[in-house]
């Protein structure tokens, strides 16, 4: 990336002068300092092979996994890690008692995630234990390929895993070791090197930014606590969850045991990100993080990095030199943070004071942050990671993920290998974790992932008869062959409708209890077809119509569970545009509110910027052009009204627009128009007025006074529900007329030929008198 350029008139804050740096070489550490773990560690520590960003430090790199293998220079403290000093490693760790020891043999290799010169990261499955059918990141490393001083670095990095336990630091939950090798068990994190990834695809607005901080300094506080510094802060060593929560990963040149009475000398990190005493090698400790942390707040903030020459020599210069120039787009309190970590002088920095985190957590651009619910991750995300199946890596580069998993025999180690090891095996306290890890540019790189270049759908799975028929594709049920299982896959002719938009969504948030699941995805030149679950239970409005009895409280609930995920993708900035109740589904005949299913996304958008990114919920009118926001506005209403219409018929037992099936768009586009409906006679007089009033506002003719999701979840009506009467419910029509009655609905609205039906309705003498500006019937 190009260093930043302020503008003309900007200003340029002076750092702090730094004393005079010494002509003579810092002392080394004592003996008593070495004995105490002043370690420096490599080998890698990323959960789930999580980053594989390029380092400007020399030597190998697997996933994340550095080797540096820098020659000491000339007046360079010396270190007990040079060969022939290390004889043992001491062990403060060892293996819980009662837990299960593991050995390769309980892991079946699924993928290669990455790999190195002196080993591999595996994507694998447990298939023995409590925790069987679980997804992990499993590093080999050979030992024969580890020197001494790697060798040390990847037995401290498994001594820092097993004691950090942190909602923001990946876990680890094995660690074994054979004859010839080193086994690293951590959590498989799909979103591989997510912020690289995102910066890409995704608009961060100061607020979102603040969210990634806020959780980054209590991960980094938590390894200060322990003694701990991290020294290679950068974005491709933060990954996030399923949820859209960072892990920290990558403990490969983390130093254990320095405080702040301490300090290190290693030359290591990623030099973009060092701190300006990392650079000239005067000692270090945790305040070398903070500066860092200010690198990473600065490029994400800016898509910069404030400290960037030609070459290596040139950045290192300029981060111990070079004046930097503030961005004036930045808030004041932004400007004001990073002014505070960029002090040259590590003691004035904010975060190395006595009080450490809480300097920044107190500083006013993160007043906004609730940090207890932070910590119990109450917050919500501004964004989710694109969601599949449990064991897909379309994050990872597909030289590795193509080639077939083969963890090859190790070549005998050294001799003294086993004592150097002695005490690497660890196993978690609980073993047993919920991992639902993972956007899509296009369809190809998902399909290539899933099955290379040649497979067919046809080769896996077996079709069946049909589900449903529409304009531009088919729904079939099929079966599995390998498991016998059985499915539902669309059919999507590519000549009539792009689906990655709707592949994309489904991929990002169809891991939601409520949303239909995409099971796999096939490409065979002319058709996409996506394999989803099968929907056994059917329709929702027909299963609500097969009842003979049916309560407020009952359609209550129904509502309650479709408003929420409703609610859930308004927030993602999503809206569906074709709820109708066809596309409601349950998943089996269990009659229970939980197994509701929203699908068929085929008409679904996801809110963009102008420059196509994605906008997080925090974004602001600068990133969107109005027209798109209105829309948007507009779509997320038709949304609304659908679910009124659904609410209406589960109450009157009939539709409010329509009659019956034979019914004309034009009539039916008249009684929309003119938003009239009634709320009186048969059902409806004994129907409570929260549920009437809840309609009206979901009904509401006028987008721009018609409720939201959230404002629906709030009702009365909705909040009360366990308080609402239990009185059966009438069934007015037969329910073939009912359906037939929606379906003449929404095939009037869907049909563009009626549109100028409504023009005569939305320039009335009434609507004009109401100063009620009237939607077309696409907006509707």
């Known amino acids: 990336m190009v260093p930043f350029a302020p503008p003309e008139g900007a200003e340029e804050p002076q750092p702090e002068p730094e004393a005079e740096p010494s002509s003579c070489p810092p002392p080394p550490p004592p003996p008593a300092a070495a004995a105490a773990g002043l370690m420096e560690i490599s080998g890698g520590g990323g959960g789930g092979g999580g980053g594989s960003g390029s380092s400007s430090s020399p030597g190998g790199e697997l996933n994340g996994i550095r080797v540096v293998d820098e020659p000491m220079e000339e007046g360079e403290p010396y270190s007990y890690e040079d060969e022939g000093v290390v004889k043992e490693i001491p062990i403060t760790h060892h293996v819980k008692e009662g837990c299960e020891k593991a050995d390769p043999a309980q892991f079946e290799l699924l993928k290669v995630l990455g790999q190195g010169s002196f080993g591999k990261?595996?994507?694998?499955?447990?298939?023995?234990?409590?925790?069987?059918?679980?997804?992990?990141?499993?590093?080999v490393l050979k030992k024969a390929s580890l020197k001494v001083r790697d060798r040390v670095r990847t037995k401290m990095e498994r001594d820092i895993l097993v004691e950090v336990n942190h909602p923001f630091i990946v876990k680890l939950h094995y660690a074994f070791q054979t004859e010839g090798k080193l086994y690293l068990i951590l959590d498989f994190l799909r979103g591989g090197d997510v912020f690289t990834r995102l910066s890409k695809e995704v608009m961060f607005t100061e607020e979102d930014v603040k969210f990634y901080l806020a959780e980054l300094a209590l991960a980094l506080d938590h390894l200060h606590s322990l003694g701990i510094v991290y020294r290679d802060l950068k974005p491709e060593n933060i990954l996030l969850d399923e949820a859209g929560h960072i892990k920290l990963t990558d403990f490969g040149l983390s130093k254990e045991s320095v405080d702040q009475e301490k300090k290190a000398y290693s030359f290591c990190g990623t030099v973009e990100y060092m701190a300006p005493e990392v650079v000239n090698r005067r000692g270090h400790n945790q305040s070398a993080d903070w500066w860092s942390f200010g690198v990473l707040m600065f490029e994400m903030l800016t898509g910069t990095l404030p400290f960037q020459g030609k070459d290596r020599n040139e950045t290192m210069n300029m981060i111990l030199k070079a004046k930097l120039g503030m961005p004036q787009f930045l808030s004041t309190e932004a400007q004001s943070l990073l002014r505070m970590l960029f002090k040259r002088n590590p003691s004035n920095r904010l975060g190395a004071g006595p009080?450490?985190?809480?300097?920044?957590?107190?500083?006013?651009?993160?007043?906004?942050?609730?940090?207890?619910?932070?910590?119990?991750?109450?917050?919500?995300p501004p964004f989710k990671p694109a969601s599949g199946r449990p064991e897909d890596t379309f994050c990872f580069d597909p030289e590795f993920t193509a080639k077939t998993p083969k963890d090859s025999p190790g070549v005998p180690p050294s001799a003294n290998a086993h004592q150097l090891f002695k005490g690497f095996s660890f196993v978690a306290t609980t073993a047993i974790e919920d991992h639902k890890i993972s956007p899509l540019n296009n369809i190809l790189p998902i399909v290539q992932q899933l099955h290379g270049n040649s497979a067919l759908f046809t080769d896996a799975y077996e079709l069946k008869e049909d589900i449903g028929v529409g304009s531009y594709s088919v729904c079939k049920r099929c079966i599995h062959?390998?498991?016998?299982?059985?499915?539902?896959?669309?059919?999507?002719?590519?000549?009539k409708r792009d689906p990655s938009e709707e592949i994309e969504i489904l991929m990002r948030y169809g891991q939601h209890p409520n949303i239909i699941t995409l099971k796999d995805v096939y490409d065979d030149g002319k058709y996409i077809y996506?394999?989803?679950?099968?929907?056994?239970g059917g329709e929702l409005l027909d299963r609500i119509l097969r009842q003979k009895y049916f309560s407020e409280r009952e359609a209550s609930a129904v509502l309650f569970t479709i408003t929420k995920t409703v609610d859930y993708l308004h927030c993602q900035g999503v809206v569906h545009r074709d709820l109708k109740p066809s596309n409601i589904l349950y998943m089996d005949d269990s009659n229970n509110a939980d197994s509701i299913r929203i699908c068929d996304f085929g008409f679904a958008k996801q809110l963009r910027g102008e420059?196509?990114?994605?906008?997080?919920?925090?974004?602001?009118?600068?990133?969107?052009?109005?027209e798109v926001l209105m829309r948007q506005g507009y779509d997320a209403a038709c949304d609304i009204w659908s679910l009124g219409v659904l609410l209406y018929t589960m109450l009157a037992g009939y539709t409010p627009f329509a009659n019956g099936p034979n019914d004309t768009p034009?009539?039916?586009?008249?009684?929309?128009?003119?938003?009239?409906?009634?709320?009186?006679?048969?059902?409806?007089?004994?129907?409570s007025d929260a549920a009437k009033d809840l309609l009206s506002h979901m009904l509401h003719v006028d987008p721009h006074q018609r409720y939201t999701a959230e404002q629906v979840l709030k009702h009365s009506w909705i909040a009360c529900r366990d308080q609402l009467p239990h009185y059966q419910l009438n069934r007015q029509d037969a329910p073939h007329l009912?359906?037939?009655?929606?379906?003449?609905?929404?095939?009037?609205l869907n049909n563009k030929t009626f549109q100028p039906v409504l023009e005569p309705v939305a320039a009335s003498s009434l609507a004009q008198r109401r100063s009620m500006k009237k939607l077309t019937s696409t907006d509707l």
């Open 121 to 139: 990261v595996f994507l694998v499955r447990k298939i023995f234990g409590p925790d069987a059918g679980q997804l992990y990141a499993m590093k």
């Open 355 to 380: 009080d450490g985190v809480e300097e920044i957590k107190r500083h006013p651009f993160f007043s906004t942050i609730d940090w207890n619910k932070l910590y119990r991750r109450e917050i919500l």
């Open 481 to 495: 062959m390998a498991s016998s299982m059985e499915f539902a896959v669309k059919i999507i002719d590519k000549s």
């Open 530 to 536: 996506l394999v989803t679950e099968l929907m056994k």
């Open 611 to 626: 420059n196509g990114l994605l906008l997080t919920p925090c974004y602001t009118a600068n990133f969107v052009a109005p």
């Open 666 to 687: 034009e009539e039916i586009l008249l009684r929309i128009g003119s938003g009239n409906f009634s709320l009186s006679g048969g059902n409806w007089d004994t129907v």
């Open 738 to 748: 009912v359906k037939g009655a929606m379906a003449a609905t929404y095939s009037a």
